[in-house]
């Protein structure tokens, strides 16, 4: 393995996954806890699987503070099918409240839409969503309040929550800054993430739910779109993703190594002060998309002055090893995703490469 070459690696996801993790998963893959198979081989009813999934559980528990009133379940189909989902269980008959800032949450509203009444709260699209809006909309009988805590295309990120009505239960995609940071669990009626940014590989969905939610699940939903039965298998109803859950739990334990979510909010901070500053020092050569006081830890969107440029700045980029930069299609520009598993070096690199880049075409 000496002459290993690791890319610095800023996809929005699937994105970097900790080296250390990599590391066990290879050295684990063809004999797993002595089975003599892989993770992937053995049964998901048996007790090496078990363990991992009920460990799993446990740190992440650890990890986020969650209070026992609340179940963690490993789903499938992504964030995007929560979208489908959270309406189909929490809505009733009501209606929900969306607070659109971004492309996520546009399309979560759009998808809850489908299936019954849902209102946005605020939307700050005309502003082209750079930022949080200064206030909300609400309906005190919302089933529901739905906000995305970080735009991933937008690079908008919520620092604390918004404040629902009495008694309107908070929901909340998190799946772009899912354990960068702590939170307290207990503000939330429900949470979810797709794992693939900083929690693992693509195809597990991390959902955490407080048991009186559960009681909302209508009686005769499709049993793999339920809440209820789905959290009381304990994500085992049927065959779960076995190695996207396994993987996940080798994140959430080296997230507790390093030193828990505090640990590792300070050393996101870290790395997105350094990329921030550069643009911010750049005398507009490098302009962020984000208000501010809005700015995402986690995705940090920004323009060059031409099209051309941008596009000479991600190949050049690549030609230094630092990929994934191209801003997503929808919006264009360059877009740097500094997940939990991108180290200091890899935003010091960037950040020496950022200013190179200037100096010769700024
Ligand atoms: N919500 C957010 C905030 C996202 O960033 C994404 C994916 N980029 C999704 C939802 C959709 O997730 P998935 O691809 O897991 O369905």
């Known amino acids: 393995m000496s002459n290993l070459k690791r890319a610095y690696n800023f996809n929005a996801g699937p994105g970097a996954l900790p080296l250390e993790v990599l590391q066990q998963a290879q050295?684990?893959?063809?004999?797993?806890?002595?089975?003599?198979?892989?993770?992937?081989e053995i049964s998901h009813r048996?007790?090496?699987?078990e363990s991992v999934i009920q460990t799993?559980?446990?740190?992440?528990?650890?990890?986020?503070?969650?209070?026992?009133?609340?179940?963690?379940?490993?789903?499938?189909?992504?964030?995007?099918?929560?979208?489908?989902?959270?309406?189909?269980?929490?809505?009733?008959?009501?209606?929900?409240?969306?607070?659109?800032?971004?492309?996520?949450s546009k399309t979560a509203l759009k998808e809850a839409k489908k299936l019954g009444a849902a209102r946005e709260a605020a939307n700050t699209e005309a502003e082209g969503f750079n930022s949080l809006p200064a206030k909300l909309?609400?309906?005190?009988?919302?089933?529901?309040?739905?906000?995305?805590?970080?735009?991933?295309?937008?690079?908008?990120?919520?620092f604390s929550e918004p404040t629902p009505p009495d008694g309107v239960p908070l929901v909340c995609d998190t799946s772009s800054d899912f354990i960068s940071r702590p939170i307290d669990v207990s503000k939330y009626a429900m949470l979810y993430a797709g794992a693939q940014?900083?929690?693992g590989p693509s195809g597990v969905t991390v959902v955490i739910i407080r048991d009186d939610m559960l009681e909302r699940t209508p009686a005769n939903l499709p049993v793999m779109l339920d809440y209820k039965t789905l959290a009381a298998s304990g994500s085992l109803h049927n065959t779960p993703p076995s190695f996207a859950i396994y993987i996940v739990g080798l994140v959430f334990k080296w997230a507790k190594k390093i030193g828990g979510l505090a640990a590792v909010e300070k050393i996101n901070?870290?790395?997105?002060?350094?990329?921030?500053?550069?643009?911010?020092?750049?005398?507009?050569?490098?302009?962020?998309?984000?208000?501010?006081?809005?700015?995402?830890?986690?995705?940090?969107?920004?323009?060059?002055?031409?099209?051309e440029l941008e596009n000479t700045f991600a190949s050049d980029a690549k030609k230094n090893n630092l990929i994934g930069l191209k801003g997503h299609r929808s919006v264009g520009g360059m877009r740097a995703s500094i997940y939990n598993a991108v180290t200091v070096e890899g935003a010091q690199e960037l950040v020496r490469f950022m200013k190179?880049?200037?100096?010769?075409?700024?």
Do not use: C
């Open 27 to 40: 050295a684990e893959l063809l004999d797993f806890s002595g089975t003599g198979m892989s993770v992937m």
């Open 137 to 158: 909309d609400l309906d005190p009988k919302a089933a529901y309040l739905h906000f995305t805590a970080n735009e991933t295309i937008h690079g908008v990120e919520y």
């Open 269 to 307: 901070r870290t790395k997105a002060d350094l990329v921030y500053k550069t643009i911010d020092e750049s005398g507009g050569f490098y302009r962020g998309h984000t208000k501010p006081e809005a700015r995402s830890l986690m995705n940090i969107p920004f323009r060059l002055p031409t099209e």
């Open 46 to 49: 048996s007790k090496e699987f």
């Open 56 to 104: 799993a559980e446990a740190d992440l528990r650890e990890l986020l503070g969650i209070p026992s009133n609340y179940k963690v379940m490993f789903l499938q189909g992504g964030a995007t099918l929560q979208f489908a989902m959270l309406p189909m269980n929490l809505r009733a008959t009501g209606s929900a409240d969306y607070i659109v800032t971004g492309t996520w």
């Open 356 to 362: 190179e880049f200037q100096t010769k075409n700024g």
């Open 197 to 199: 940014k900083n929690a």
